[in-house]
């Protein structure tokens, strides 16, 4: 009776020995589980480091200050017109004319650049009274093209030191104050004294007053 209970008793002793070997090794598998995963996680980086070692590794492009583009200095554009000084000129010699008794047909002949300069006038209040061309070398006045005047007379051309008058010449059967003839004569500075370069036309072929 007694060898019989024991033989039934050794079965359980036997499957409790077995469940806690079992136990033992899921226990020691799991902690074997757990190490490799602690060292895999030591090993392998965390996607979050990496891009946050990136950030501060990669270093922040600055922004490259604007080139200033190189501006040139604008030229001073030279007056067009004449100056102050230069309409100061011309004043004064418009003023000679009218003391001789003339007043002057066009101040724009009176070229600024030019170093003998002429203005035509003709006589204050006498429209019939003929034309004289008044010479001036700079602001200094030297004379009338003539003692005389010209019924019809114009500046043909000028240069520096030169000016072409042209003069109205009457022909025969012209009527006064309408010569159909033309004739150019040149003046030229020479050495601050005004001479002619051709001959003046006569005061009777030039000069026909208007009835």
Known sequence: MQAERNRKRLPPKRDA??????????????????????????????????????????PTPTAKP???????????KKPKGPTKAQLAMRKDA????????????KESEYDFKATLRVLIGRPVGDSAGGHRAFFFNKETFLGTDSTTPSTKLSVAKQGKVTVTLS????????????????KR?????????????D???LDGTRFQRRR
Do not use: C, H
Not at 40 to 58: L, R
Not at 169 to 175: F, L, M, N, S
């Open 66 to 76: 604007s080139e200033k583009k190189k501006t040139t200095k604008a030229k001073k």
């Open 17 to 58: 020995y077995r469940w806690a070997r079992r136990i033992t090794g899921l226990l020691a598998t799991a902690a074997f589980l757990g190490a490799g995963v602690a060292i895999a996680m030591m090993v392998i980086p965390d996607n979050g480091a990496e891009v946050e070692a990136a950030a501060v590794a990669t």
């Open 199 to 201: 001959t003046i036309p």
């Open 167 to 182: 003069y109205g010449v009457y022909a025969a059967g012209d009527q006064p104050g309408e010569p159909s003839d033309r």
């Open 185 to 197: 004569v040149r003046f030229k500075l020479e050495g601050g004294v005004l001479a002619p370069q």
């Open 94 to 105: 418009v003023d000679i004319v009218r003391a001789e008794g003339f007043t002057t047909l």
